[in-house]
């Protein structure tokens, strides 16, 4: 999942490294690194993981090292984790020994890729054996800032709503409809409520970060909003659509109280609320599905407003790739075309549980084993229509002053009028600052 606060603050300090490494460039002190030793091209891979990921990871790394004896891939455990990824990054740029390739969110991409050591994949994709169509639109639209390819898509997820089948048969409830709407949802989280014993509805992160922010999305664009307008000069919410977004989560949360709003960081207690069996319905991700251990679940798309698509969102994360050097760089494409070919796809996503990030990936011997161990069906269906937020460097400013606002809406603090107003005019005025 790719969780990230980004503000004025990191890209003020973004901005600063790429100046930095632009100078460090311009003495040719990066651009002139040693390629190779003794024949073998080494290319140095930040790629975040933690256990049990990591430990499949290098098992990955070491079949790619035996099979391109020519290449030897060496993960640098000093990029440290995904989620401090790009501040690492901008430091390693900004001190000129940056990797060969890291790990680095979508909503970072924009930023990231105004450095002169950012490799340009334009060219690159449209090579034999890349298959560039074959990646989902969403990993695509992510990493392609101004028509140009600036990464390769690393992780592709959406959200759909898992729910608790325990609690909506002690309720007397059906289970979800794909063809419900948010009124539906509504309805059925007042349902599942029980202040007495501590149970919810449904949940929501709200510290007023980006997991807080990227939720609301789905609900402006199933009724034609836009998070940004055409020229990128203001919001695309500002109206009707982003005030009902904002008045369907407030009907939930203060009106009905049906909403747990999990306020710390890294949103655990709403995961673990639900794997207690004390929430009903959750919109997630399929990267939660391992923390529900034992609850027996069942997933369905996304509700929708009536005669409105049931538009859901995307967030993808990425590998990036930085020049060392043409020698390394040639080295580095070649190791994340085979990271990302099917066979390989369909490893890693039968050891993690990922969804595929290539459509393709669900055409090669194995799939089956994948589909017996993770219930990732409706996930993966939802892909082909899922969006992604707009890759632009102006996209953090909008999302921490949604983040804000949502946060009010969700415990009470402002009506729906008042928030929309707020992220309107704050994020107006720094989208016209940016220019």
Same mark, same amino acid.
């Given at each position: 999942?790719?969780?990230?606060?980004?503000?004025?603050?990191?890209?003020?300090?973004?901005?600063?490294?790429?100046?930095?490494?632009?100078?460090?460039?311009?003495?040719?002190?990066?651009?002139?690194?040693?390629?190779?030793?003794?024949?073998?091209?080494?290319?140095?891979?930040?790629?975040?993981?933690?256990?049990?990921?990591?430990?499949?990871?290098?098992?990955?790394?070491?079949? /790619?090292?035996?099979?391109?004896?020519?290449?030897?891939?060496?993960?640098?455990?000093?990029?440290?984790?995904?989620?401090?990824?790009?501040?690492?990054?901008?430091?390693?740029?900004?001190?000129?020994?940056?990797?060969?390739?890291?790990?680095? /969110?979508?909503?970072?991409?924009?930023?990231?890729?105004?450095?002169?050591?950012?490799?340009?994949?334009?060219?690159?994709?449209?090579?034999?054996?890349?298959?560039?169509?074959?990646?989902w639109p969403g990993g695509r639209d992510v990493v392609t800032v101004n028509g140009r390819v600036r990464a390769i898509p690393s992780l592709i997820d959406d959200l759909a709503v898992v729910y608790n089948k325990k609690l909506f048969d002690q309720a007397g409830l059906q289970y979800p409809s794909p063809d419900w709407t948010w009124d539906d949802f509504r309805a059925t989280a007042k349902k599942l409520t029980d202040k007495g014993k501590g149970q919810f509805g449904t949940g929501w992160p709200g510290v007023g970060d980006?997991?807080?922010?990227?939720?609301?999305?789905? /609900?402006?664009?199933?009724?034609?909003?836009?998070?940004?307008?055409?020229?990128?000069?203001?919001?695309?919410?500002?109206?009707?659509?982003?005030?009902?977004?904002?008045?369907?989560?407030?009907?939930?949360?203060?009106?009905?109280?049906?909403?747990?709003?999990?306020?710390?960081?890294?949103?655990?207690?709403?995961?673990?609320?639900?794997?207690?069996?004390?929430?009903?319905?959750?919109?997630?991700?399929?990267?939660?599905?391992?923390? /529900?251990?034992?609850?027996?679940?069942?997933?369905?798309?996304?509700?929708?407003?009536?005669?409105?698509?049931?538009?859901?969102?995307?967030?993808?994360?990425?590998?990036?790739?930085?020049?060392?050097?043409?020698?390394?760089?040639?080295?580095?494409?070649?190791?994340?075309?085979?990271?990302?070919?099917?066979?390989?796809?369909?490893?890693?996503?039968?050891?993690?549980?990922?969804?595929?990030?290539?459509?393709?990936?669900?055409?090669?011997?194995?799939?089956?084993?994948?589909?017996?161990?993770?219930?990732?069906?409706?996930?993966?269906?939802?892909?082909?229509?899922?969006?992604?937020?707009?890759?632009?460097?102006?996209?953090?400013?909008?999302?921490?002053?949604?983040?804000?606002?949502?946060?009010?809406?969700?415990?009470?603090?402002?009506?729906?009028?008042?928030?929309?107003?707020?992220?309107?005019?704050?994020?107006?005025?720094?989208?016209?600052?940016?220019?």
């Amino acid at each position: 999942m790719n969780v990230k606060r980004e503000g004025w603050v990191m890209r003020v300090l973004i901005a600063v490294a790429l100046c930095a490494a632009a100078l460090v460039a311009g003495c040719g002190s990066s651009g002139d690194k040693a390629a190779s030793s003794g024949g073998v091209t080494t290319v140095h891979f930040w790629h975040g993981q933690t256990d049990p990921a990591d430990k499949v990871m290098d098992g990955l790394i070491a079949d /790619f090292n035996k099979s391109h004896p020519k290449i030897k891939v060496v993960a640098d455990r000093g990029g440290g984790v995904a989620d401090t990824m790009v501040q690492k990054v901008t430091s390693a740029l900004a001190g000129g020994t940056y990797p060969d390739i890291a790990y680095i /969110f979508g909503s970072d991409v924009s930023n990231l890729a105004r450095s002169p050591k950012v490799v340009d994949l334009t060219d690159v994709v449209k090579q034999p054996g890349w298959n560039w169509d074959d990646f989902w639109p969403g990993g695509r639209d992510v990493v392609t800032v101004n028509g140009r390819v600036r990464a390769i898509p690393s992780l592709i997820d959406d959200l759909a709503v898992v729910y608790n089948k325990k609690l909506f048969d002690q309720a007397g409830l059906q289970y979800p409809s794909p063809d419900w709407t948010w009124d539906d949802f509504r309805a059925t989280a007042k349902k599942l409520t029980d202040k007495g014993k501590g149970q919810f509805g449904t949940g929501w992160p709200g510290v007023g970060d980006e997991d807080t922010v990227w939720r609301i999305w789905p /609900f402006v664009w199933q009724q034609g909003g836009e998070i940004l307008s055409s020229d990128g000069k203001s919001v695309g919410f500002s109206g009707p659509t982003g005030l009902k977004a904002l008045q369907t989560v407030y009907d939930m949360a203060a009106t009905d109280k049906s909403i747990y709003v999990d306020t710390t960081p890294g949103s655990e207690k709403l995961l673990q609320v639900f794997a207690n069996n004390r929430m009903g319905m959750m919109p997630t991700g399929p990267w939660a599905l391992p923390d /529900f251990g034992d609850v027996k679940v069942g997933v369905v798309r996304l509700p929708s407003y009536p005669g409105t698509d049931h538009t859901t969102i995307t967030g993808p994360d990425t590998w990036m790739l930085f020049d060392n050097g043409s020698e390394r760089v040639k080295a580095t494409e070649e190791f994340v075309k085979w990271l990302t070919s099917p066979p390989i796809d369909l490893k890693w996503d039968v050891a993690t549980g990922s969804l595929p990030v290539r459509k393709s990936t669900s055409q090669q011997p194995g799939w089956s084993a994948y589909t017996a161990k993770w219930k990732t069906g409706e996930f993966l269906k939802q892909l082909a229509a899922a969006r992604a937020r707009p890759a632009v460097p102006t996209y953090p400013e909008v999302s921490k002053a949604m983040g804000k606002s949502l946060s009010g809406v969700l415990l009470g603090r402002q009506t729906p009028q008042q928030a929309l107003d707020s992220v309107v005019k704050t994020s107006n005025s720094a989208l016209a600052q940016a220019g």
